[in-house]
């Protein structure tokens, strides 16, 4: 072998050794595994093929009468390596009649290499106790992984965004409300770190914050203000919404916050407020019909509580289990029904059970109380005798497996090895304290991923609603080991928590893409940009009311019910009353508008609001042409683009000709809290001067112009024509890609 020759092999090794050394359980064979072979060869006991158990080192290196799955140290006897390469379609696996991928040329190359190295099992990584990295502590502990990460990359951060997409965007994260422009000309002329620091406690402080993050809590606790299924009838739930934005304004730490919506009843001498707290639990659906089996729903019920709360804390889909053992995670139809008997004993069935009554302003401090106004608001309470939980077969709940035995209440060992000599007794409370238990490693880092995705459009990990084995790995594992660590050691403080993301340059940083961070970092797992977001619903219509100066900031309280089309429950099996709410209370933010499960208001089915159903731990972001009609045509908005308009001719009074220019300019800062560049406020300019031509036009009919002024516009002594044109550009505002998304 002469020396090039030899050099280009030593250089080939070399390369072998370096990628054979980088193949990692969890990150490259696990997945295999989990999507090819876990169905058959998995956790799940009575779907097993073969008596051959992949998921464990045990299983996969079990002598099966002369030979093996796997021989660490020999892929090519190892019959998995074998099977996966077969020419014989009855002897090749996956089986072609699994419609299941076969394995690739590179997948098999993997799965060879992990097995020469000796073929080492790992834990699942969401199932280790979370770490304490080490990281420099004169920087944001954020900054310090995400600029070491994109370093390694050949990358850097973004530059700061400028003062005006910053006050706006912070503004919308924190209390989910516009700035006003007496706030962002104060900022935009002192953009230092302290005036920032200093706006974003202001924001903390804000009881809107607990309007805007309680907004996200209410998805997960799949809040409704009707009962669902067909009959779909109205229900007192407002108290429980009045419960969480207090919670959240307080800062309850999160641990308590836990513990009382899951045993607030069960807690010593438990308070009123702490009572109210469990109606978290009691958002489960209610039928109604006749003929139903109340027994039916109460199981119904009790299994959308466990499978809720293992989505909402653990980040497992609990419910998989339901029927037979999790066929890709390690938790058995067992133990999802020893979790079933912590909620078994509840005393509520279906639409019976426990309430207690609360007057309006009673949840929330500082509000005075309204005796006119009373709810009765459903919550948790045990019965006196305890229900016997036996596992269901095939998850129906008129054949319990007696035969197995009565179940106690117990938690997932997979998570937390509970040793003790004899089985203990538990109650709820029991339930919540090992949820927010530090031995725990899922409820942190589930909860720092969940708050870290409203941020950033995506979590560390991006299936922040399965942490289990088919779920992503971390793009920055370290980094949310550390997050979960300050979470924890912080006392739990969400408010701490969300001032060290939204202080960091990676939140501060512009979304603006450059070629390099496109490049390499197509998606932005890397996070060299900040990301641009839709808007939900309810801020898209809160930043409209701010724009336009109608909005009532009332905090708390039942329901409101603002114009919508007619027709909306033309569809649903009950005729339901929509009795138009007047005066400003029509104008308060989109949280408290009353949610139909069967016919949503429209503007939230158009912009993706779920129908909860179910838990909701992120919503879908969709962009469809009826979008932009609903905000142009929605009788809602068309109040807001007239108050909008009013609010620039009262701003800047004067003839409409002469001042159309710096109302627009107005206009345009009031929605976008930024000046129009040249082209946009050229093209706004000549839209509502041809705009009001044409409408001028019709002047001998001025139906046109009525139908888009009203009273109050036309009090202003402003001509008709004119002030049609300045409603027309606002709702063209209003309805721009910049005005719904948060850069």
């Known amino acids: 072998m002469n020396f090039p020759k030899l050099l280009l092999f030593l250089l080939l090794t070399k390369s072998y050794i370096l990628v054979a050394s980088e193949v990692q359980f969890n990150r490259d064979i696990r997945p295999l595994l989990t999507d090819r072979c876990f169905s058959c060869h998995g956790p799940d006991e009575r779907a097993r093929k073969a008596k051959l158990r992949l998921d464990t080192f045990e299983g996969a290196t079990k002598d099966l009468g002369g030979y093996a799955a796997i021989i660490p140290g020999d892929p090519d006897n190892s019959e998995l390596i074998l099977r996966v390469i077969h020419q014989s379609s009855d002897e090749l696996m996956p089986p072609p009649k699994s419609k299941i991928p076969i394995l690739s040329s590179s997948e098999v190359e993997t799965l060879k290499t992990w097995i020469k190295n000796g073929a080492e099992y790992q834990e699942h990584w969401a199932f280790t106790p979370i770490s304490n ?10 900054d310090s992984f995400i600029e070491n990460r994109l370093k390694k990359e050949e990358l850097k951060l973004s530059e700061r965004a400028d003062p005006n997409t910053l006050i706006r965007r912070v503004h919308l994260d924190l209390t989910g409300l516009l700035p006003s422009p007496k706030e962002i000309k104060s900022f935009t002329e002192n953009n230092s770190e302290d005036a920032y620091n200093k706006l974003v406690n202001d924001l903390l402080d804000s009881p809107h914050y607990g309007e805007r993050w309680g907004r996200h809590w209410l998805d997960q606790a799949r809040y409704a203000d009707s009962h669902g299924y067909t009959s779909d009838s109205e229900r007192q739930m407002w108290p429980y919404r009045d419960w969480v934005i207090d ?22 001498n438990p308070t009123k407020k702490q009572i109210a707290a469990t109606a978290f639990h009691r958002n489960t659906l209610i039928s109604q019909e006749g003929g139903s089996d109340p027994e039916q729903f109460r199981v119904e019920a009790t299994m959308d509580r466990v499978n809720t709360t293992g989505a909402v804390w653990l980040g497992l889909s609990l419910g998989c289990a339901q029927c037979h053992d999790h066929k890709f995670d390690p938790i058995s139809q067992r133990e999802y029904y020893e979790m079933y008997a912590f909620f078994n004993s509840a005393e509520d069935r279906n639409n019976t059970g426990p309430t207690i009554p609360i007057v309006e302003g009673e949840l929330i401090d500082g509000l005075q109380n309204n005796d006119k106004i009373k ?3 459903m919550v948790m309470r045990d019965r006196k005798d305890p229900r016997e939980t036996f596992l269901m077969t095939r998850g129906d709940f008129t054949t319990p497996d007696k035969e197995r035995g009565q179940l106690n209440a117990g938690f997932i060992s997979a998570i937390t090895s509970i040793k003790e000599e004899a089985p203990k007794k538990r109650s709820r409370l029991d339930l919540a304290k090992w949820l ?29 609603e399965d942490f289990g084995t088919r779920g992503a790995l971390p793009s920055h594992p370290e980094l949310l080991d550390a997050l979960s ?14 001032k060290l993301i939204v202080t960091s340059k990676t939140y501060t940083q512009s979304s603006k893409v450059s070629p390099e961070s496109l490049k390499k970092d ?22 409209a009311l701010s724009a336009s100066g109608l909005i009532s900031k009332k905090i708390g309280g039942p329901g409101i019910r603002p114009p919508q089309p007619s027709g909306i429950y033309a569809f649903t099996q009950n005729k339901k009353n929509w009795n138009t709410t007047t005066g400003p209370d029509r104008f308060r933010r989109g949280m408290y508008i009353v949610f139909f499960r069967s016919a949503p208001y429209p503007l939230f089915g158009t912009f993706d609001v779920p129908d909860f159903q179910t838990t909701c731990t992120r919503r879908a972001r969709s962009n469809t042409p009826l979008q932009a009609l609903n905000i142009s045509n929605d009788p809602a908005f068309i109040e807001f683009a007239q108050g909008l308009a009013l609010r620039t001719i009262n701003s800047i009074p004067g003839k409409a000709d002469e001042n159309l220019g710096a109302r627009i300019r107005f206009a345009f800062n009031l929605a976008l809290s930024r000046k129009p560049t040249d082209r946009e406020f050229k093209t706004l300019e000549n839209y509502a001067i041809e705009f009001a031509k044409d409408i001028k036009i019709k002047e001998g009919n001025d139906k046109d112009s009525r139908a888009l002024v009203n009273e109050a516009i036309i009090d202003t002594k402003i001509s008709l024509h004119e002030g049609a044109a300045l409603v027309a550009v606002s709702r063209a505002i209003l309805n721009t890609d910049n005005f719904i998304t948060r850069e």
């Open 133 to 142: 990295p080490k990281y420099n502590k004169d920087e944001n502990l954020i």
């Open 247 to 268: 919670a959240l304004n307080k800062d309850i730490k999160f641990d308590q916050f836990t513990i009382e919506q899951i045993a607030g009843d069960l807690l010593p």
């Open 375 to 377: 709810a009765n608001l």
């Open 436 to 464: 927010v238990d530090p031995n725990n490693p899922l409820t942190a880092r589930v909860t720092v991923n969940r708050i870290w995705m409203r941020y950033f459009g995506k979590g560390i990990v991006e299936t922040e």
């Open 485 to 498: 660590t300050y979470f924890v050691n912080s006392g739990w403080s969400m408010k701490k928590l969300h």
């Open 522 to 543: 197509l998606g932005n797992r890397l996070l060299s940009r900040q990301s641009r977001i839709r808007l939900d619903a309810e801020i898209i219509r809160d930043a």
